[in-house]
């Protein structure tokens, strides 16, 4: 018992320190352009208070997440499941990242296979979930590579939604910890399941 309570306490210590890197740079962010505002040194123009709006769009979403985790381990996360084609879920996702890709030369692909079923799921979890995937996968693809978005029947309950890129992939040493909260790696996963849902 004392070895599990020395445990969940370092697992609290870990989460407070890494949320709060998580907020630290979106505030200093928006900290440094309101001082160079202040100080003369920036316009507050439509380009800096863009800047600022993402900044603290950047917040408001690592406050969802936060609230998200804490409901989650609750157990009091609440999914609206409904069927969504395959289809329909790759589209949403990638018509969210299709403007980024284009501006990158990055070829992104979509492809539902038609024995995929429709699924039960709450659509905007896994829309999250495919978001996270495919902004780490433009950030780590270089100009000129691709960006693919699957979904396959596994079997007769489960269809598999995964994202593969051409990337550099993940280091061995940073396997294990890839669904670790806030886990950052140098070289963030490549190829990867992003979810199996019930059909």
């Known amino acids: ?4 309570l020395a445990t969940a306490q370092r697992l609290r210590q870990q989460l407070v320190a890494d949320v709060a890197h998580e907020l630290r740079t979106p505030l200093a962010n928006i900290r440094g352009y309101l001082e160079a505002i202040e100080d003369g040194l920036l316009a507050a123009d439509e380009g800096t208070l863009r800047i600022l709006r993402e900044e603290s769009g950047q917040l408001n979403r690592l406050i969802d997440d936060l609230q998200d985790l804490a409901q989650a381990e609750a157990g009091a996360l609440r999914l609206d499941r409904q069927p969504v084609a395959p289809a329909e879920i790759l589209e949403r996702a990638t018509a969210a990242v299709r403007a980024r890709a284009v501006e990158r030369e990055i070829i992104l692909v979509a492809d539902a296979s038609s024995e995929a079923p429709p699924v039960a799921i709450d659509a905007r979890r896994i829309g ?7 902004n ?3 950030a780590h693809t270089s100009p000129g590579g691709r960006i693919a ?3 396959r029947r596994l079997d007769e309950r489960f269809v598999e939604i995964a994202v593969a890129d051409s990337g550099a992939g993940i280091a061995p040493a940073d396997l294990p910890h890839v669904f670790d909260r806030f886990y950052r790696a140098d070289s963030p996963a490549r190829a990867r399941p992003a979810a199996a849902a019930s059909a």
């Open 149 to 151: 978005v699957g979904a």
């Open 136 to 138: 780490n996968a433009l």
């Open 128 to 134: 999250q979930v495919l978001q996270n995937l495919l």
């Open 1 to 4: 018992m004392a070895a599990n």
